[in-house]
């Protein structure tokens, strides 16, 4: 299993460019996320998903739109890259939680270094 | 809303020695799960430990042991006999077991702190 995969790994844009950031599970894991990572905030929420063709706005959702068209894949966009949108974004995926609390865990994906000029 | 506090930034340990990361969180609610994560310089994700909310035993995980003080809303991660491999980014992670934050299975991360083992 390659787990959670994260396309591509870097990637430099320059203010107004537009991007799709695609993660894959292969977990069969219904509910999936995207987080951003900035120096001294943590992670933070941006969107999630619940299951195939679901999302939901997290955290910090401006800026950013997803969809997740096959319940393996989830992707983000940026359709006006801002400088305040250099950051880390890391996929997560997880089992459903019916399953119980072993379900709970989050596994997540290498991580994509943005930097937007 | 709920909230995760790590007020160490930057931690340092000698190989071998104990270590302890705090982490402090802020709810209304009694039942929830909190998580430790380890993030090493590949910038890899790890779950460390879990502990559940409803459970007064403090979960252990080899070297690796928490203390859950659910009044006091604190969970502290202990790492004994440090190794240079757990050099790396802990984050503390809070887990709503209510609501919609339940059904979801959203985290709340902390800031982190940053974990150094000298030789």
């Known amino acids: 299993n390659a787990g959670v995969t994260q396309t591509p790994k870097f990637r430099v844009l320059k203010t107004g460019q537009s991007m799709t950031l695609l993660c894959a599970q292969d977990?069969?894991?219904?509910?999936m996320y995207w987080y951003r990572q900035d120096p001294g905030m943590g992670l933070r929420l941006i969107h999630y998903?619940?299951?195939?063709?679901?999302?939901a706005k997290g955290e910090v959702p401006d800026g950013y739109n997803v969809s997740r068209l096959k319940k393996q894949n989830f992707l983000l966009g940026l359709e006006s890259a801002a400088p305040s949108q250099t950051s880390v974004y890391f996929c997560?995926?997880?089992?459903?939680?019916?399953?119980?609390?072993?379900?709970?865990?989050?596994?997540f994906g290498p991580g994509t270094r943005l930097t937007v000029t | 809303a709920q909230t995760v506090t790590q007020s160490q930034p930057e931690m340092s340990v000698q190989e071998a020695e104990t270590v302890t990361l705090s982490c402090t969180y802020d709810?209304?609610?009694?039942?929830?799960?909190l998580f430790w994560y380890k993030q090493p310089p590949s910038r890899q994700m790890i779950l460390v430990i879990r502990?559940?909310?409803?459970?007064?035993q403090n979960a252990t995980e080899n070297r690796f042991s928490v203390n859950f003080q659910k009044a006091a809303k604190s969970f502290s991660l202990k790492i004994s006999d440090s190794q240079l491999g757990d050099a790396a980014m802990y984050f503390c992670?809070?887990?709503?077991?209510?609501?919609?934050?339940?059904?979801?299975?959203?985290?709340?991360f902390g800031t982190g702190t940053l974990l150094a083992v000298q030789p």
């Open positions: 997560a995926s997880s089992y459903e939680i019916l399953a119980g609390p072993s379900s709970y865990e989050q596994y």
């Open positions: 977990m069969n894991h219904e509910y």
């Open positions: 998903s619940v299951g195939e063709g679901t999302t």
């Open positions: 709810t209304s609610e009694s039942d929830y799960y």
């Open positions: 502990q559940e909310a409803y459970k007064q």
């Open positions: 992670a809070y887990r709503s077991e209510e609501g919609y934050g339940g059904a979801t299975n959203k985290l709340i």
